[in-house]
């Protein structure tokens, strides 16, 4: 799992990678009831590879895409977003489990090393066998 700010969700849209994001806002009293469940999904994720979680406060949205910021409707949301699109909104209910399972959704392979090139195999050359020879 990788725990990203705004600016890396910024440098994520570059990427072909979704990202589960939660949009907050300081003094929000839904938001301060989900605080303890979204950091129960986070120290759960934390040990999984493949997803990235983002958390943006409604005065950092300013600096996202248009698109993005103004999709937003209310706090908190949770959303998957990828290339600096909404992909879908979660809409399930507050729960660790549905939360959890809603990230697992858009879990991605990790990057993987590329294996190095082998070198080309050159053929073995080939010796002219001699016929034997006929004994009369």
Known sequence: MKSVGVQELKATF????????????????????????????????????????????????????????????GFPTICAVKKGKTLEEYHGDRSGASIMAF????????????P?????VKPKAKVPVKPKAKHT
């Open 14 to 73: 570059t990427m072909d990678i979704p990202v589960v994001v939660l949009y907050y806002m300081n003094g929000c009293g839904h938001c301060e009831v989900l605080r303890p469940v979204w950091n129960s999904v986070l120290q759960r994720v934390h040990a999984m590879d493949g997803i990235t979680i983002a958390e943006v406060e409604r005065d950092e949205m300013q600096t996202l895409p248009t698109a993005l910021k103004n999709s937003i409707m």
């Open 103 to 114: 990230c697992k959704k858009f879990a991605h392979a990790p990057a993987k090393p590329k």
């Open 116 to 120: 190095k090139a082998k070198a080309p």
